[in-house]
C-alpha cells in the first residue's frame, strides 16, 4: 500500500553519474547483433529526482534504487560472510585438538551456532539478493522493483537484523543451541543466563521479516514488469532462479516466522510450546525442517541460476535442454515442501513415513542430475575461455557433484542412521553450500565490471580461485575421511586429529584467499580499465546491453522483446503500442499522464521504520529477565515504529508503473493489490503453522484430554459474540466499498467508522474475556489460567493473540483512512477507491482466519 | 519403464543380495558399495566434465572459422533466451543416473526393511531371546536400565555392559533436552527425544572390546563429553554380572537436574508395543 502514487515530482537535477561518452560508444553491439536501437536518453531523464550523488553519504542512507539496494547487500553480506568466517577459524584452530583447549563448553556452542546462522541466513541469501536486487530489474526490463522504498526497508530490515544479533554477543551469550535451534534446548532454562539468547532469537525475526517483504516485491515485480515479451520462461536462468527461489522463500520462511514467533514468545510470554514433553521437541523438528529443506533450495538456486549465465557465456553456447532445466528446477521448488522429514529419519516417526520421504528425497534428487548433464553438455561445441568467473563456476560445479553423491548417501535411510550428527553431515553441506558460495563469487567476478563499470584484475582473480579450490577440498575433504566424528564437539576421537588439522590448514588457505578478491575489488576499482558495456563475448541478457554502470533509470528507452530480441522503444511508440494493446487498462494505476521518468528514489522511512523495529526488539527481548529498562525501550521503539509509519504514508513518493509489460498471469490486477494477495499468501501459511501447532500437540496431549487444561469459564459465548462482530464487520467495509463507488464520501465514512467500531468491539470482548482467564481463582487454577499455565493456554493465547494483532493493526489503519476518507481521498478521483479495496481484502483474510480460529479454540 | 523398476526392485531386494548379520556387517556391506559406486560415477561425471572443458577450451580462431567447423550458432546480445539443443543425449543421460540411483536406493530400502523388520523377527544370532535395555539421555550422561531394573548411569563411571553375540534393543529417551545416543562402532544410533522413544537394535561380537557411545545431538555445554562406555561380555561373564544385579532398589540419580517435572514417570510399558516382562529369566 504505501508506494502507491500520492505525490507530485520535484525537477532537481540528479547527481547520478551518467554513462561515459566511451561506454555509449562501445554499446554499438546492440544495434550490430540484433534488432536493437540504441537512443539517446531523452533530455528528461536528468530530472525528476532530489537525489544525492553516489560520493555522498546521504545517498546511502535514502536510496531506494534497486541497484544501490543492490550494491548495499552485497557489500553486507560480505561484512557477515568474514564475521561468520572468522568465528570459523576461530573454532576449527580449537579442533586442532582432539580434547578442548581454549573455546570450550558455551563457548564452543555459541562460535558454532553463530557461525551456522550467520553463514546460511546473514551471507549466503543476501549475497544472492544482492545480485538479484541489481540485475533482476534489468534483466527483466524493469526500471526498478514493483515497491523501491519496501525494498529498501528490506535492506535496512535485514542490517539491522545483523545488528540486533551481534548485540546479542554483548548480552552475556548469544544462542548456543545450534543453528537448528532443537527443542527444548532453545528454551531459556536450558540455555545460557542473560537476555542475548532471546535477542539472538529476535534478530532471526527480524531477518524474516525482512525476507517476506523482500518476496512480496521480487514476485510482484517478476510477474508483471517483465518487458513486453518476455514470457515468464523467456527470464533468463539467474532471473528464473530468482523467481523460484523467491516463490519458495514466500512460503518456507513463513513457517520459520511462526515457529520463531512461537519460540520467542516461550521466551518472552513464557508461554510452554516447546517445554511441552509431549510433542514439543517434535513439533519444532517439523517446523523447523518444513522451512529447512526448501532452505537448503533457497540458498543453492541463485548459485545454479547464476552458474548456467556464467555456463552460457563462457561457453559461448546456449544451455543445453534450456527448458528441462527450468522444469527440473520448478519440480525441486515444489517438491522441497514434501521432503522435510528425512531430517527426522532417526526419530520415532514409523517405517511408512520412513519410506515415503525416503522417496520423495531421492525423487527430488533426480532433477538435479538433469542440471548437472545440461550444464556440462552445454560445454561440448563451446569455445571456452576460462576466466575467474567461469573458472569458479566450473569448480562449483565440480563441487556440486561432490556434495550431491555424497548426499544420496544420506538419501539412503540405513545410511543416515549412522551419519547423522556426524563429519559426513558438515562435508556434504558444506559441499553442496560452500560450493553455492563459490558459484556466486564467480558472479561477482562476472558483474563486477557492470557494477563498478571497470575490470577487475584476470591475474589476481584466478590466483584466487585456484587458492580457494585448493583450500575448500583441504577443508572439506578430510571431514569425509573422519566423518564418525560428532557433530558440534571440540572432544572428539584422537585417531581423527590429523585429518582435522589438516582441515583448519585448508581453512586459513580458503580464509586468506579472499584476501586478494577484496583487495583485486579494491584496486581495480579505482585503477581498473574500463570495461566498457559489453565485456563478455556471447553474454545475451539485457544488462550487456547498457551502459556500465547503468544510468538511474536503467534503460535508454522502454525495453521490449517484441520483435524477438531486445529494443528500446520510445515514449510514443509506446502510446502507440499500449494504445493498441487494449489501452490504459493496464497503465492506469499511476493515474498519471507521464508515467515515463519522474519516479522518486529517495526516503528516510525504511531506515527509520527499521531503526524503530530495532529498537523495539531490543526492548522486547528484555522484558522478561532483563528489567523495566528493556520494556521502556520496547515502548519507545513501538511509538517510534506507529511515528515512522504514518510517515510513509505522508510522503509523497511516486512510483510508476511500466505501461507496456509482460504480466501473465496477473493482467488483470494492479502491483499494490497483488502485492496484498501475495503478502496474504504468505500469512496463510503462518496462520496455517500456529494452527497445525495447536492440532500437533493437542494430539500429542490426547485430543479429549485437552478439555482438562481448560478451565471449567471457557465457554463458547465471547468467541461466538466475537464471531458476529467480525462477520458484521466484513459486511460494514463492504458497503464501504459499494459507497465510494458511488462517490458517497457519507456512505464510505460510515462504512469506515462502523468497521472501527466492530473491531473496536471485539478487542474489547477479548480482553475481558482474557482478563477473566487471567483472574480465575478455581481449584485446577488457583493462579489463574495464563499464557504459560499449560499448553492449552499457552497455544490459545498466542493463536488467537495473533489474529487480534492482525484486528488492531487493521484498526489502526482504519484510524488513518478514516480522516482522509472524510477529506473525499477515496471518492474525489477515478480510481482514488483503490486503498479502499487493498483495506478490504486484508480485512476479509483476517476474518476468514477466524472463522478457523473460532471452532477451534472455542468448540472442538 | 516403471514395471521395468518394479522388476528391478524385486531383484535387488531378493535374499541374496541384501546383506544379513549385526549392524556392522551390514552397514559395511552398504557403506563399501555407495563409495565405491560412488566413487566411480563421481569420477567418470567430474573426468567427463574436464575432458569437455579441455577439448572445447577457446583456442583463439576468429568466431567464424569456429562457427563454420562446429556448425553452432552462438548466444546473441539481446536475444531471449533459448536452449541449445542436445536433449537427447541429455535425457540419456539422466536416465541412466536414474536407474542407478533407484536400483541403489531400491536394494537399500531392502537392507532398511531387514534392519527395522527382518531382523526384529529373527535376531541373527544364536540366542533368540534379547535384550532390552531402556537409554536415558540427560544433561549430561547416559543412563541404562536393564529388565530386572538394574540402572547404570554413565555419569558416575558405570560402564554399559553388554553380553556377546546376543541381540540388544535399545528404547531411547531423554529426560531433559534433545540427544542422539550413538555407539559408533557398533553402528547403531538413535534419537533420545524427551517423551519419545525410539527403538534400535545391536549386536556386539567380541568379548572384550570396550566401545564408546557419544551423543550426536547438541545438548548444552557438556555435549562434547557425554560419552559412556559400552562393554562386551561374553554372555557368561555378563550373566554372573547380571544375576548379581537383580534385587537391587533402584538408586534414583537425582544429582543430575530435571527440569521442573517433565518427567513424570510415564511408564515405559505405555509407549512399547509390547510390554517389558520386567521378571524375564535370562537363560545362557
Ligand atoms: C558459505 C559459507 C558457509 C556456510 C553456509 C556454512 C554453514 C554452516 C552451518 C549451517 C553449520 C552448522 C552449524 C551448526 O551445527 O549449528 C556449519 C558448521 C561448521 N562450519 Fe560452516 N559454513 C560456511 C563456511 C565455513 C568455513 C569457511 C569454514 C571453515 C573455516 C566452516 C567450518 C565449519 C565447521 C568446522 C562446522 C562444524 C562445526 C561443528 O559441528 O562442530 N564453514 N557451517
Ligand atoms: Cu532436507
Ligand atoms: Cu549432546
Redesign the pocket.
Known amino acids: 500500500m504505501p508506494d502507491d502514487n500520492n505525490g507530485d515530482d520535484g525537477s532537481v537535477p540528479s547527481g547520478e553519474r551518467d554513462a561515459s561518452p566511451e561506454s555509449r560508444a562501445d554499446g554499438g553491439e546492440v544495434t550490430d547483433g540484433g534488432h536493437a536501437v540504441r537512443e539517446e536518453l531523452p533530455a528528461g531523464d536528468e530530472h525528476g529526482h532530489d537525489f544525492p550523488s553516489m560520493g555522498t553519504v546521504k545517498r546511502w542512507l535514502v536510496t531506494t534504487n534497486h541497484k544501490d539496494v543492490g550494491i548495499l547487500y552485497t557489500v553486507t553480506s560480505l561484512f557477515f560472510?568474514v564475521f561468520?568466517?572468522l568465528l570459523?577459524?576461530l573454532?576449527?584452530l580449537e579442533?586442532t585438538t582432539a580434547s578442548g583447549s581454549f573455546l570450550t563448553g558455551t563457548a564452543?556452542n555459541q562460535a558454532?551456532?553463530a557461525?551456522?546462522?550467520l553463514?546460511?541466513f546473514f551471507?549466503?541469501s543476501p549475497f544472492a539478493f544482492g545480485f538479484a536486487n541489481y540485475f533482476v530489474p534489468l534483466q527483466l526490463g524493469a526500471k526498478d522493483l514493483a515497491f523501491p522504498r519496501l525494498n529498501a526497508l528490506s535492506y535496512w530490515l535485514y542490517l539491522l537484523a545483523g545488528g540486533l544479533f551481534g548485540l546479542s554477543f554483548l548480552q552475556g551469550s548469544t544462542f548456543a543451541g545450534?543453528?537448528?535451534m532443537y527443542a527444548p534446548l532453545n528454551l531459556p532454562m536450558y540455555l545460557p543466563e542473560g537476555v542475548g539468547s532471546t535477542t539472538a532469537v529476535m534478530a532471526m525475526i527480524m531477518f524474516v521479516i525482512s525476507v517476506t517483504v523482500s518476496s512480496v516485491n521480487f514476485l510482484t515485480t517478476m510477474h508483471r514488469m517483465r518487458a513486453e515479451g518476455m514470457r515468464i520462461r523467456d527470464m533468463p536462468l539467474f532471473s528464473m532462479s530468482i523467481l523460484l527461489t523467491v516463490w519458495m522463500m514466500l512460503f518456507a520462511f513463513a513457517a520459520l516466522l511462526a515457529a520463531l514467533i512461537i519460540l520467542a514468545s516461550d521466551h518472552i510470554l513464557g508461554t510452554t510450546y516447546f517445554a511441552a514433553t509431549e510433542g514439543g521437541s517434535l513439533l519444532w523438528a517439523h517446523l523447523f525442517w518444513f522451512f529447512g529443506h526448501p532452505e537448503v533450495y533457497i540458498?543453492f538456486f541463485p548459485a545454479l541460476g547464476m552458474m548456467a549465465e556464467v555456463f552460457q557465456t563462457f561457453t559461448g553456447r546456449r544451455i543445453v535442454g534450456r527448458k528441462w532445466f527450468i522444469a527440473a528446477m520448478t519440480l525441486v521448488a515444489l517438491q522441497s515442501f514434501v521432503v522435510w522429514m528425512h531430517h527426522m529419519f532417526l526419530t520415532s516417526i514409523n517405517l511408512e513415513i520412513k519410506t515415503l520421504f525416503m522417496a520423495t528425497t531421492i525423487g527430488i534428487s533426480l532433477p538435479f542430475d538433469l542440471m548437472v548433464f545440461a550444464l556440462i553438455y552445454t560445454m561440448i561445441k563451446g569455445r571456452i575461455r576460462f576466466t575467474t568467473p567461469f573458472l569458479f563456476a566450473f569448480g562449483a560445479l565440480l563441487l556440486f557433484i561432490v556434495g550431491g553423491i555424497t548426499g544420496v548417501f544420506l538419501g539412503a535411510v540405513v545410511l543416515d542412521y549412522e551419519f547423522r550428527g556426524t563429519?559426513w553431515v558438515?562435508a556434504h553441506?558444506?559441499y553442496v553450500?560452500?560450493g553455492?558460495?563459490m558459484a556466486m563469487f564467480g558472479a561477482l567476478y562476472y558483474w563486477y565490471p557492470k557494477m563498478t563499470g571497470k575490470m577487475y584484475d584476470e591475474f589476481l582473480g584466478k590466483a584466487h580461485f585456484a587458492l580457494s579450490f585448493v583450500g575448500f577440498n583441504l577443508?572439506y575433504f578430510p571431514?569425509f575421511v573422519a566423518w564418525e566424528t560428532p557433530?558440534?564437539?571440540?572432544n572428539y576421537q584422537p585417531e581423527f586429529v590429523t585429518w582435522h588439522q589438516l582441515?583448519t590448514v585448508g581453512?586459513f588457505v580458503?580464509?586468506l584467499s579472499f584476501l586478494l578478491m577484496f583487495y583485486n575489488f579494491y584496486k581495480s576499482y579505482h585503477h581498473g580499465e574500463d570495461a566498457g558495456d559489453a565485456p563478455w563475448k556471447y553474454a545475451s541478457s539485457a544488462e550487456w546491453a547498457i551502459p556500465s554502470p547503468p544510468s538511474l533509470e536503467n534503460f535508454p528507452g522502454v525495453p521490449s522483446y517484441k520483435g524477438g530480441s531486445l529494443s528500446f522503444l520510445s515514449e510514443e511508440e509506446v502510446h502507440g503500442a499500449a494504445a493498441a494493446d487494449g489501452g490504459p487498462a493496464h497503465g492506469h494505476a499511476t493515474g498519471d499522464a507521464h508515467a515515463g521518468g519522474h519516479d522518486d528514489h529517495a526516503s528516510y522511512w525504511p531506515l527509520l521504520s527499521s531503526v524503530a523495529v530495532f529498537v523495539l526488539f531490543v526492548g522486547l527481548a528484555g522484558t522478561n529477565g532483563g528489567g523495566t529498562v528493556y520494556t521502556a525501550t520496547a515502548a519507545l521503539g513501538g511509538l517510534a515504529l506507529l511515528g515512522t509509519a504514518a510517515g510513509w504514508v505522508v510522503e509523497s513518493f511516486h512510483v510508476s508503473e511500466p505501461e507496456l509489460a509482460s504480466r501473465w498471469p496477473f493482467d488483470g490486477v494492479e502491483n499494490t493489490k497483488l502485492g496484498v494477495w501475495i503478502f496474504l499468501a504468505s500469512d496463510v501459511v503462518v496462520f496455517g503453522a500456529f494452527v497445525g501447532s495447536y492440532i500437533f500437540i493437542r494430539v500429542a496431549e490426547g485430543w479429549q484430554n485437552w478439555h482438562h487444561l481448560l478451565p471449567a469459564d471457557h465457554v463458547v459465548l465471547p468467541g461466538l459474540i466475537n464471531t458476529y462482530l467480525l462477520l458484521a464487520s466484513s459486511f460494514s467495509i463492504v458497503l464501504a466499498m459499494v459507497a465510494a463507488e458511488k462517490k458517497s464520501r457519507a456512505g464510505v465514512v460510515a462504512g469506515l467508522v462502523t468497521t472501527l467500531v466492530l473491531g473496536i468491539g471485539f478487542l474489547i470482548n477479548k480482553g475481558i474475556e482474557w482478563s477473566h482467564f487471567f483472574h480465575i481463582h478455581s481449584e485446577h487454577f488457583p493462579e489463574g489460567w495464563t499464557f504459560g499455565t499449560n499448553v492449552a493456554s499457552s497455544t490459545f493465547y498466542l493463536t488467537t493473540g495473533m489474529h487480534g494483532l492482525h484486528v488492531t493493526l487493521g484498526l489502526l489503519v482504519l484510524l488513518w483512512m478514516i480522516p482522509r476518507a472524510w477529506r473525499g481521498a477515496y471518492t474525489s478521483t477515478e480510481d482514488g477507491d483503490k486503498p479502499l479495496e487493498y483495506f478490504g481484502l486484508y480485512w476479509h483474510f483476517v476474518d476468514i482466519v477466524w472463522l478457523f480460529l473460532f471452532p477451534l479454540f472455542y468448540i472442538l | 519403464m516403471s514395471g521395468t523398476i518394479a522388476t528391478l526392485v524385486t531383484v535387488l531386494q531378493s535374499d541374496g543380495i541384501i546383506p544379513r548379520g549385526s549392524r556392522v556387517e551390514v552397514f559395511d556391506a552398504i557403506y563399501w558399495v555407495f563409495l565405491v559406486l560412488g566413487a566411480l560415477v563421481g569420477i567418470v561425471v567430474i573426468g567427463y566434465m574436464l575432458y569437455n572443458a579441455y577439448k572445447y577450451r577457446d583456442v583463439g580462431e576468429t568466431d567464424e572459422d569456429a562457427a563454420e567447423s562446429k556448425k553452432v550458432e552462438r548466444p546473441k546480445l539481446g536475444e531471449l533466451p533459448r536452449g541449445g539443443g542436445g536433449g537427447r543425449k541429455l535425457f540419456l543421460s539422466f536416465t541412466l543416473s536414474a536407474i542407478i540411483v533407484i536400483s541403489l536406493i531400491a536394494w537399500a530400502y531392502g537392507i532398511l526393511l531387514y534392519v527395522e523388520e527382518g531382523a526384529a523377527e529373527e535376531p541373527p544370532t544364536e540366542q533368540a531371546e534379547a535384550l532390552e535395555v531402556q537409554v536415558e539421555g540427560y544433561q549430561f550422561g547416559w543412563r541404562f536400565t536393564y529388565p530386572n531394573g538394574h540402572t547404570v548411569d554413565s555419569a558416575v563411571g558405570d560402564s554399559f555392559k553388554v553380553p556377546a553375540d546376543r541381540m540388544v534393543r535399545l528404547n531411547v529417551t531423554s529426560a531433559d533436552v534433545f540427544h542422539n545416543f550413538g555407539i559408533p562402532g557398533l553402528r547403531v544410533k538413535s534419537d533420545a527425544i524427551p517423551g519419545q522413544y525410539t527403538q534400535q537394535w545391536f549386536i556386539a561380537e567380541d568379548p572384550g572390546t570396550n566401545y564408546t557411545a557419544r551423543c550426536y545431538e547438541?545438548c548444552g555445554a557438556g555435549h562434547s563429553d557425554m560419552t559412556a562406555t559400552v562393554e562386551v561380555m561374553s554372555q557368561e561373564e555378563w550373566q554372573n554380572w547380571y544375576e548379581g544385579t537383580g534385587n537391587e532398589t533402584e538408586t534414583g540419580d537425582d544429582g543430575n537436574q530435571s527440569d521442573g517435572g517433565d518427567d513424570d514417570g510415564h511408564a515405559l510399558e505405555d509407549v512399547l508395543e509390547e510390554p517389558v516382562d520386567y521378571g524375564m529369566e535370562v537363560h545362557a
Open positions: 560472510l561468520g568466517g570459523a577459524l573454532f576449527r579442533l564452543y558454532v551456532t557461525h551456522g546462522l553463514m546460511v551471507f549466503l545450534g543453528w537448528t540458498v563429519y558438515v553441506f558444506h553450500m560452500v553455492g558460495a577443508l571431514q557433530r558440534r564437539v571440540y582441515s581453512a580458503f580464509g | 547438541l
